[in-house]
Nanobody, 122 residues
Framework: QVQLVESGGGLVQAGASLRLSCVAS????????MGWFRQPTGKQRELVAG????????YYSDSLKGRFTISRDNAKKTVYLQMNSLKPEDTAVYYC???????????????WGQGTQVTVSS
């Protein structure tokens, strides 16, 4: 397992951009499929995006494709989520996740971060 710590959340106005970061500790980061999930208050956690261990393949929720970009830097043990044109409905706690399996939808998450709050005001 890896330990994950997210950062970069905050309060922004609609239309703004944010970049979330997730730093991992542990020797296995470069072999993990990584992803971002989000959970609005009172709703279920949902997948935002996933990225392969080498970063050559990505997966996005259909509703977010085009506004969000996931990337990773294995040398820094960090995965990023660039969020553009933010909307109030993007307000949620965003979680970083790691999986030892290759499914970019991260159906089998082995490690979760503690989450970072993103709030988008209208």
């Amino acid at each position: 397992q890896v330990q994950l710590v997210e950062s970069g959340g905050g309060l922004v106005q609609a239309g703004a951009s944010l970049r979330l970061s997730c730093v991992a500790s542990g020797r296995t980061f470069s072999s993990q499929t990584m992803g971002w999930f989000r959970q609005p208050t009172g709703k279920q956690r949902e997948l935002v995006a996933g990225i392969s261990w080498i970063g050559d393949r990505t997966y996005y929720s259909d509703s977010l494709k085009g506004r969000f970009t996931i990337s990773r830097d294995n040398a820094k043990k960090t995965v990023y989520l660039q969020m553009n044109s933010l909307k109030p409905e993007d307000t949620a706690v965003y979680y970083c996740a790691a999986s030892t399996w290759g499914d970019l939808r991260l159906t089998d998450v082995g490690s979760w971060g503690q989450g970072t709050q993103v709030t988008v005001s209208s």
